[in-house]
């Protein structure tokens, strides 16, 4: 039941082996406030936001999960790469992996990638800092991986989670979410559930990735990518919801 389960709980499910952490639902402050380290300018207003509970990925989806969902990993990486995230995926891509992982879990629940507002609930685990993990970028080392200890992707949960249990929020790839990019979506944002703006250009990434320096890695920071990009930089995790989609 909902009302027993704990913050960090996990559920693995056993068609991919993809871990969920339970994310109970509650209000935060999403954005930054003008002059923050690293501030710009559609991180603001700072607004308070109120979400229902849901399950987020542990972990990015890797290269050996793909596979069990989608039979095939294109040619895009060998047999030692299947705990790294995947990436070189476009939106199209991620669907069709959306589709056929909702089929082969019987259409039991609603999986999909998680909104920005999502993304950064789980990611801030409570802080209200600039990370995670508080203000210091000298920590960053031990939970990120980024321009400076990374030359490529690495292993998911290879560096320490947030309070939550969640991996590679900040870090190793830049990460998809649902929501359509607008610059001033903040000064219009609904404060329950928001969803992101009903067009925009190109999808919201969230997080940073292995090429990153600080700035990209804090987790208010806002990115845009087109729908038809794909890059050795951009993954994805998913969430998941205990109803079926409508």
């Not at 793909?66 to 995230?85: E, T, Y």
């Not at 609904?190 to 090429?211: F, I, Q, S």
């Amino acid at each position: 039941p909902a009302d027993q389960r704990q913050v960090g709980q996990v559920w693995t499910e056993g068609v991919a082996g993809i871990d969920f952490v339970w994310i109970p639902g509650g209000r935060f402050k999403m954005g930054s406030p003008k002059g923050a380290p690293g501030w710009r300018s559609d991180e603001s207003p700072l607004h308070e936001v109120i979400l229902d509970g849901f399950w987020i990925g542990r972990t990015p989806v890797t290269w050996g999960q793909w596979v069990k969902v989608m039979g095939d990993a294109r040619g895009l990486f060998d047999q030692s790469q299947g705990n790294h995230p995947v990436e070189r995926v476009t939106w199209d891509d991620i669907q069709e992996f959306l589709r056929k992982y909702a089929r082969m879990l019987g259409a039991k629940y609603e999986i999909r990638l998680p909104t920005e507002a999502e993304w950064e609930y789980a990611a801030r685990a409570g802080s209200e800092g600039i990370f995670h993990f508080g203000n210091d970028p000298a920590q960053l080392n031990r939970y990120c991986w980024y321009a400076k200890n990374a030359k490529a992707t690495m292993a998911v949960a290879t560096r320490e989670p947030n309070v939550w249990g969640i991996h590679d929020m900040l870090g190793n790839v830049w990460e998809w979410t649902s929501d359509w990019y607008a610059e001033d979506y903040y000064t219009r944002s609904p404060d329950r559930n928001p969803r992101g703006a009903p067009y925009g250009e190109g999808r919201v990434r969230r997080g940073g990735c292995w090429r990153s320096q600080v700035g990209a890695c804090r987790v208010a920071h806002r990115n845009r990518v087109a729908v038809t990009a794909s890059s050795n930089t951009l993954g994805f995790r998913l969430v998941r919801l205990d109803e079926p989609a409508p």
